[in-house]
């Protein structure tokens, strides 16, 4: 059995999820200690129970210590199965993260998650960043993915329900040119992977939507202006600065 010690990095919940889904992914049973010790209230909350309890209905896992508030959890994962699994949060607890839980085992071995809780949560993804934006990404990797929101749920009372369905999928990588070069109106270029961002430009009255933004020009679009090599040859210009065009 592999110890983590929760409270190491941020302290959070973060590595609590990815314990377990790695666990249930390996087949390797996993004890977690000081879960959350850097959060104003540690231990368990109602999110984090639901997050275990769909993992180990999706590996038929054997669990020790899930409690509000507890600090210790340990987890012994089974085989990951296909199953119909239903997770209750029980209040506004964020539904995405719920489901960033249980997504690594479904794309591995398919499933169905129905969610109950909040899609719209502070400090937690959106369900429609989850669906326009995560699932989206993965399904350029080859991932099959069904997002249906049936009720949002919102802060204090949750209720918001959500269903995914999964299919088992075998991801893989993207494959890009050797070089390429963000461009944007008005400057010569710029490398990519160089920590530069150029967001496309919007007309004046043009609101951003969000989550909307990704679905109208694709992903490309919405991360990249404009993706190319520079013209007459495979070599990049030379840009001074990777964070300055060049002079």
Do not use: N
């Not at 600090?71 to 995405?96: H, K, W, Y």
């Amino acid at each position: 059995m592999i110890t983590i010690d929760g409270s190491q990095l941020e302290g959070g919940g973060q590595i609590l999820r990815g314990a377990i889904a790695l666990s249930a992914l390996s087949r390797t049973p996993v004890e977690v200690v000081r879960v959350r010790a850097r959060r104003g209230k540690p231990g368990l909350a109602p999110q984090h129970i639901a997050a275990i309890h769909a993992v180990a209905a999706a590996c038929d896992a054997t669990c020790d210590g899930i409690r509000l508030g507890s600090d210790r959890i340990t987890f012994r994962p089974g085989l990951p199965v296909a199953r119909e699994v239903r997770a209750d949060v029980g209040t506004a607890g964020s539904v995405a993260l719920v489901l960033q839980a249980w997504l690594p085992v479904a794309l591995a071995a398919g499933g169905t998650l129905t969610v109950t809780g909040g899609t719209e949560v502070d400090r937690s993804p959106t369900i429609d960043y989850v669906e326009q934006v995560l699932f989206r990404a993965l399904a350029r990797h080859g991932a099959k993915i069904r997002t249906e929101v049936l009720k949002r749920g919102y802060y204090p009372e949750g209720g918001g329900e959500v269903r995914v369905t999964v299919e088992a999928s075998r991801l893989a990588p993207l494959s890009f040119p050797d070089i390429l070069l963000l461009e944007s109106p008005g400057s010569r270029g710029r490398a990519a992977g160089s920590g530069c961002k150029t967001a496309p430009r919007r007309k004046a009255g043009d609101p951003m939507r969000g989550a909307d933004r990704p679905a109208e020009g694709g992903l490309d679009r919405f991360l990249l202006h404009r993706v190319g090599r520079v013209e007459g040859g495979d070599r990049p210009r030379e840009t001074g600065h990777p964070c300055r065009p060049g002079r």
